[in-house]
């Protein structure tokens, strides 16, 4: 049965007055034609433009000198990141030795002083876990705020976040975060979610979901965690972001995973098996062991490397010391307010990693029988 | 609106105008309201949205501002710069809203893009409401029931005692009548409709 596509019916179209399989038709009908399309094109801005006094009116109440300003501050948070990202970068070519290339662990840079935020300390039982910092944050931000949104609908939802990312929610699925995002972003995820992350590279973004947290560095991906289903997955559309443990004591996932765009990252939580997809076919092991680790260093849940992430230079002292099992000594007063973001892997000697901190704390480091002295 | 740089003048801005930060300022104070306008419009954003869209769309072209031909001009790349975003967005959100609804979203019904970059938008106000006004008053009645309230067909015609084929008439004619009265305002572009229906 056709119905002829009549001015009349388009309009009742466009005012939502149609039932669906009517709505299928007419969508039907333009789809079928160029000159279709523009004549529905032609009625629906009318209809559209119609009703845009509202729109127009608060358009016109904007106060851009306001939004210009805020506007500026924006740009100066990403042209300062801008310059510490250059300033790290610069540190990799000057200090760094040539690394064997592996694409899961890409050279990252150390520096002191930058908070790249690039993931959380990743260092065994020592770890923080999120959820604990959470907590000392909500504690710290009196009145942070924490919010929530829920899909019933049926249909996907789209959220926007006060930092104007974008999150596509879908049925079913629930998302929670804590404002303000002062030093973080911050989002909790039960179900699904496509999210459209605004880059800040001062303030990571990070989606929690089950086992597995995922940092972005500024791109879309999609997060799948029903709270019943044996599997998670992440799925990389644009940009670059990096898996991890939510809690590293607890999980198998034991290193941080990089995706580039078109990968899906899945883990079976009950198998305890994670593993990649590319859009066609290919899969990859993730937890096979990419290099035997240096039997010098304690097996640290086989972690093949470690992280500092902005710790207190005196913190990563002491770890680096229980983890080589040597004596590290210091004075404290020349290592307060320094801080120190790196990544190391296990087969970097302990030798390697003193001098470069010494270097970029301008410390003098001196071996002795029984372990590293640093000082002025 | 506040007007930071005289129409005229506007049109006639190059990159080159927008590699300091004051002249960046002034460009983007002026078009901002418009562009917020133009995302609800073209797009079907709510507010908070297009002010989403706009400030991304800005950020991109601060970035990109030494990268850019400075003799060539700024705003039409401005506006190509939103339709990306808002295309980008709308793709990827994949809104299963009203399956035509969807593909023309997408399509984005071409207000026409030179037209739109130096409007006025007290004119364009004032020309749909000029539009409405001036509709015969049962026309008017029906449309704006349908158009402002919500209401269906048969609501309408209950409403206003008339019958549903009035309603139906009325409404017809009275969106025949806005198509030509805001002509100015309004062309379609179809090209990108029949790039983005190849998905």
Partial sequence: METKITDALLTRFLANDLPVDEQEQVAQWIAASAANRRHFLELRNAWELAGMQEAIDQAQGIDAEDKWTSFRQGIEADDNAEAEEALSARYIDLYSPPRRRSWLIPAIAASVLVVLGLGWLLLGREAQSPAMVQQQEEKQEQQALVQSAVNNTGKDKTIYLPDSSVVTLADKSEISYQLPFTRHRAVTLTGKAMFRVTHDAARPFTVYSKEVATTVLGTVFTVTAWPAGRKLSVRLYEGKVVVRPVDATRTAIQQEVFLVPGQEFTFDGRAQVGWFRKKKGGTEVVNDRQEADNPLVPDDNGATWYMFNNQPLDQVLQELSALYNVKISYNKRDVRNSYFTAKYRSTDTLDTILERIARLNKLTITKNDDGYKLSK | ?199
Wanted: charged share 20%.
């Fill in chain 2, 1 to 199: 609106m506040n007007c930071y740089i005289p129409e005229h003048r506007q049109e006639h801005l190059h990159f080159g105008d927008l590699r300091q930060e004051a002249g960046f300022g002034a460009f983007f104070k002026s078009n901002y309201a418009r562009l917020c306008v133009y995302c609800r419009f073209k797009y079907g954003f709510d507010a908070a949205g297009a002010e989403d869209i706009v400030n991304a769309s800005f950020g991109k072209l601060w970035e990109a501002r030494h990268q850019l031909d400075p003799q060539l001009p700024a705003t039409p790349y401005l506006y190509k710069i939103v339709d990306n975003q808002s295309l980008n967005l709308l793709k990827h959100a994949r809104v299963q809203h009203r399956y035509a609804e969807q593909v023309l979203h997408k399509a984005g019904a071409d207000l026409a893009g030179p037209s739109f970059h130096s409007v006025d938008l007290k004119q364009l106000r004032d020309a749909i409401d000029a539009a409405i006004a001036g509709m015969p008053d049962q026309m008017r009645r029906v449309f704006q029931l349908s158009r402002f309230e919500g209401l269906k067909y048969t609501e309408i015609a209950g409403e206003l005692a008339i019958s549903v084929k009035t309603v139906e008439t009325q409404m017809t004619r009275a969106l025949h009548r806005l198509r030509q009265q805001l002509a100015d305002y309004l062309t379609t572009g179809i090209l990108v409709v029949s790039l983005l229906l190849q998905h």
